[in-house]
T-cell receptor, first 112, second 111 residues
Framework: GAVVSQHPSRVICKSGTSVKIECRSL??????MFWYRQFPKQSLMLMAT?????????EQGVEKDKFLINHASLTLSTLTVTSAHPEDSSFYIC????????FGPGTRLTVL | GQSLEQPSEVTAVEGAIVQINCTYQ??????LSWYQQHDGGAPTFLSY????GLEETGRFSSFLSRSDSYGYLLLQELQMKDSASYFC????????????FGTGTKLQVIP
């Protein structure tokens, strides 16, 4: 099946710093990518829909200035958590859509 | 918006059959997917139903009734490795066909 990668798989950062997470579709072109967040023992919550060459569409309650999304090419979308705080600690998962939807392995962010 | 309901936990015996139900409310329904997620891992795709009926893939089957806004995942010949969380997810129509996940069902398989 299609492969989606994420980098880094784990990141620990200090409060107030920014963290960038990359999501790549390795063997197909993804016109649309999705970013999810999952807190412990909870479901995946869609944060935003990222479209190549246009602005991301954010779900209600998600701060677009805090979670910056860039989808500069058909194989790469990035999520930047700006001025991270401990409550942003979570499991961030991307998925790429090229017809069917494929999930990346996730990035575990811990903000100290 | 969308809402999906699943049982929070299910326990079943190794070798048995278990059914995980999912009811949903959504506009622009396009299809129902099922995902498996082990602790610490990302979700992996199991099955997808766009039409009413049963889809079988090995030990796993998935059923959809669009008129009842209901579906289920059936796992047969349970194995210990099937212990995981299972999520139903609706795909809604529209330009992006985004996927919204249910609350998840934690399945524990016991010897």
């Amino acid at each position: 099946g299609a492969v989606v990668s994420q980098h880094p798989s784990r990141v620990i950062c200090k409060s107030g710093t920014s963290v960038k997470i990359e999501c790549r579709s390795l063997d197909f072109q993804a016109t649309t990518m999705f970013w999810y967040r999952q807190f412990p023992k909870q479901s995946l919550m869609l944060m935003a829909t990222s479209n190549e060459g246009s602005k991301a569409t954010y779900e209600q309650g998600v701060e677009k200035d805090k979670f910056l999304i860039n989808h500069a090419s058909l194989t790469l979308s990035t999520l930047t958590v700006t001025s991270a705080h401990p409550e942003d600690s979570s499991f961030y998962i991307c998925s790429a859509s090229g017809g069917a939807q494929f999930f990346g392995p996730g990035t575990r962010l811990t903000v100290l | 918006g969308q809402s999906l309901e699943q049982p929070s936990e299910v326990t079943a015996v190794e070798g048995a059959i278990v059914q995980i139900n999912c009811t949903y409310q959504t506009s622009g329904f396009y299809g129902l997917s099922w995902y498996q997620q082990h602790d610490g891992g990302a979700p992996t795709f199991l099955s997808y139903n766009a039409l009413d009926g049963l889809e079988e893939t090995g030990r796993f089957s998935s059923f959809l009734s669009r008129s009842d806004s209901y579906g289920y995942l059936l796992l047969q010949e349970l194995q210990m490795k099937d212990s995981a969380s299972y999520f139903c997810a609706v795909r809604v129509s529209g330009g992006y066909q985004k996927v919204t996940f249910g609350t998840g069902t934690k399945l524990q398989v016991i010897p």
